[in-house]
């Protein structure tokens, strides 16, 4: 069965250091997402990814956050200064339809511990 | 505003009793989704089940059942005869507006289910 990947699984920065975090889709999936989850709070999102470019973002994603899909198949996030708040679980989803048909796949996270 | 919520923080339960975790929506959409996540231990977000307001039937998938009532904007999900690898966290999600199709997620309840 199709899933989305993610790597790498935990990763482990210093204070203001550059983290990409990656991500593999489905691969017919059209519609890309980016949430994170501090440790024991919900899920958040950040930013929604279509045709190549952002179609939404949350306040939480300014001016240090960016995406990008590189390629056909990778889909990254990239956090250019990192802060010891960005210390959270992040997760990349992907669907096949717009708006609310279709539900959401998620990947199995990445760790980023921020030290 | 939209909003969910989920004011069970932790429920624990022995095992064969029956749960039922509640989820509260607001929104101003005439249209909207509902869904149900689980977040095993290990971390990831599985897909349980996708409800349009649309569609207020109630759903059963083995032990697993669905209760959406729009007139108090309850989405609730019970487990019949629960069992240990039921202990996870859930999570209730609203489709946000628009067409992007993000996700708002309540706050989680945690089940713990005990032999």
């Known amino acids: 069965e199709p899933e989305v990947t993610q790597t790498p699984s935990h990763q482990v920065t210093q204070m203001g250091q550059e983290v990409i975090l990656r991500c593999v889709p489905i691969?017919?999936?059209?519609?890309f997402y980016w949430y994170r989850q501090i440790l024991g709070q919900k899920v958040e999102f950040l930013v929604s990814?279509?045709?190549?470019?952002?179609?939404?973002k949350s306040e939480i994603f300014d001016d240090q956050f960016s995406v990008e899909r590189p390629d056909g198949s990778n889909f990254t996030l990239k956090i250019r200064s990192t802060k010891l708040e960005d210390s959270a679980m992040y997760f990349c989803?992907?669907?096949?339809?717009?708006?609310?048909?279709?539900?959401?796949?998620f990947g199995p996270g990445t760790r980023l511990t921020v030290l | 505003a939209q909003k969910v919520t989920q004011a069970q923080t932790e429920i624990s339960v022995v095992e064969k009793e029956d749960v039922t975790l509640d989820c509260v929506y607001e929104?101003?959409?005439?249209?909207?989704?509902l869904f149900w996540y689980k977040q095993p231990p290990s971390g990831e977000l599985v897909f349980l089940i996708r409800?349009?307001?649309?569609?207020?039937q109630n759903e059963i998938s083995g032990r697993y059942s669905w209760n959406f009532q729009k007139s108090t904007s309850s989405f609730n999900f019970t487990i019949t005869a629960s069992q240990v690898v039921d202990s996870a966290v859930y999570f209730c999600a609203l489709k946000g507006s628009g067409n992007t199709g993000k996700l708002i997620f309540g706050q989680g309840t945690t089940l713990q289910v005990k032999p």
């Open positions: 691969s017919n999936h059209l519609y």
């Open positions: 990814f279509y045709n190549n470019e952002i179609s939404e």
């Open positions: 929104t101003r959409d005439t249209t909207y989704y």
């Open positions: 409800r349009n307001s649309f569609d207020e």
């Open positions: 989803a992907s669907k096949t339809r717009n708006g609310g048909a279709g539900e959401q796949f």
